[in-house]
């Protein structure tokens, strides 16, 4: 296993199955290793031996005088040491000892105390409660006198740490809302995404932005962001091609408190960071995970860069709340909501393509909080079937409702932003949004089967349950089926 100690810096314990390196087998480790990543251009410390603490904290210490370029640790370690019978063999890796191999590992390494007891000098050793409350009273001694010297800045620090939002921050994103909203803007999603941060993050100034090397395509920087260097304070981390250390990072940022981390890459690179999200919901932490390019929308880049079922599986995450807007102000409120929850992280997903946007009143505005709601109503107000779509598939459903008007269809549309949101809202506001017994047709640009739970076996889903194509976008819209008329006659066919 490998495991980084700053900077540049990496320790790995390898034995004779071989090593890791940030989650990459290198295969097996060989005598010849520690040259291979020499000629790479590493510094490194070799024949260390992997049981030996004081052995390996003076290799580390040998790595930190190295300052012109990155460190490995080579700790050589034995598995299942101390194992008289198990020992360096694969029983001893994928399952437990036994009563018996335990009782005699016992007296061969020399441990002659009962199961869970503690002796009192290892006890003594790791107890640190009288010297972290020690350090603990100083940091509150200092810390008063400074906000008696200083009472603004310290009522912010504590703002900030209890994770609190500004108190001008309702007002503050009402107007933003509005002046969105007023626009009336036909943009790409991730441009809305953009103009959303531009518009809340000047009141945030705990807001710290990322990317994993494509900050230029997923539009995540604004007129404030100042990039992190090793000599200057920032606001914005460019992360390198690394979607996994940056999600990670992001949870240790979220973990630290005093700030809240969003970072950002295409959609299909949601994979390489899926356990990172994973913990981040696991440990309900305030995390905002940016994906952009959602859909076959991209275009040429093709079914390697298409995501087909990343939305999908990404909502059954646990405590995940996953927004896919449809327009600049359902972009704006899932920023809104993202920032505003303290119990969970969000995932905003955002399209390449321009997005038609969609007209509200202001209490149809504030419906978006509930992740679904009926954003046009059919024509007569009885609907004789619902239409449930998310992101660039919403323009789909109004162009369809429109032409299943004009043959005297009339049928609800209802967009749902964030399922993850509506499934937890009062079932009788859900029942007012999908109504019992009429039947519904969902429409998203990525795998059909999600959608059941809200259409039934009555109902139908416009979708795709392949890999995408290369070719424009609007080509591959029409090849895979998301066109007025292909809507129109799914409608039809559940009628």
Excluded at 74 to 79: A, E, F, H, L
Excluded at 359 to 374: E, F
Excluded at 455 to 473: H, K, N, Q, R
């Amino acid at each position: 296993m490998a495991g980084t100690l700053g900077l540049g810096k990496l320790i790995c314990f390898y034995d004779d199955n071989g090593i890791s390196i940030d989650g990459h087998v290198e295969g097996w480790f060989t005598d010849d290793t520690p040259k291979r990543f020499e000629s790479y251009g590493w510094h490194v410390v070799p024949n260390v031996n992997g049981h030996d603490p004081e052995a390996i904290e003076a290799a580390i210490e040998a790595a930190k005088q190295v300052n012109n370029k990155p460190s490995m640790i080579c700790c050589k370690t034995v598995i299942g040491l101390g194992s008289p019978n198990m020992a360096n063999t694969h029983s001893v890796h994928g399952a437990a000892l036994g009563d018996a191999e335990i009782a005699a590992t016992r007296p061969h390494i020399g441990w002659h105390h009962a199961p869970f007891e503690i002796p009192q000098e290892v006890y003594s050793a790791w107890d640190a409660r009288a010297k972290g409350q020690k350090l603990e009273t100083e940091w509150n001694q200092k810390f008063a006198e400074y906000a008696e010297k200083h009472p603004a800045e310290a009522a912010e620090f504590n703002r900030r740490m209890a994770g609190d939002l500004p108190a001008n921050w309702r007002s503050h994103v009402d107007g933003v809302i509005n002046q969105i909203n007023a626009k009336a803007e036909t943009i790409a999603s991730r441009k809305a995404s953009q103009n959303a941060i531009e518009g809340l993050a000047p009141i945030l100034p705990e807001l710290i932005g990322g990317s994993a090397d494509l900050a230029g395509s997923n539009l995540t920087l604004w007129s404030g962001s100042k990039g992190v260097s090793q000599k200057t304070g920032g606001n914005y981390v460019y992360y390198g091609v690394r979607e996994f250390g940056m999600s990670a990072m992001m949870n240790g940022l979220s973990l630290h408190g005093g700030l809240i981390p969003y970072g950002a890459t295409f959609l299909m690179f949601s994979e390489y960071a899926r356990n990172a999200l994973r913990m981040a919901a696991l440990m309900k932490i305030r995390n905002i995970f940016v994906f952009t390019h959602d859909s076959i929308g991209l275009g040429e880049d093709g079914p390697t860069h298409q995501p087909v079922e990343q939305t999908a599986t990404l909502r059954y995450i646990p405590n995940m709340d996953v927004w896919r807007p449809c327009d600049t102000v359902e972009s704006t409120v899932s920023w809104v909501r993202a920032i505003e929850r303290k119990d969970g992280p969000s995932i905003l997903i955002f399209s390449r393509q321009n997005l038609p946007f969609q007209k509200r009143d202001a209490a149809t505005i504030k419906l978006i909080d509930k992740g679904g709601y009926v954003l046009s109503e059919a024509g007569d107000g009885k609907a004789q079937a619902i239409m449930i779509a998310t992101g660039s598939e919403i323009g789909l459903a109004m162009s369809a409702q429109k032409a299943l008007a004009e043959e005297g269809i009339h049928v609800r549309v209802v967009s749902m932003p964030c399922t993850n949101v509506f499934d937890r809202q009062e079932p009788s506001y859900k029942d007012s949004v999908l109504t019992k017994g009429v039947k519904r047709v969902a429409i998203e640009a990525g795998v059909t089967d999600f959608w059941r739970k809200y259409v039934g076996l009555e109902g139908a889903v416009v979708g795709m349950d392949t890999f995408g194509e290369s070719a424009p976008a609007d080509v591959l819209f029409k090849h895979f089926g998301f066109t007025v008329e292909n809507v129109v006659k799914t409608v039809k066919g559940i009628l």
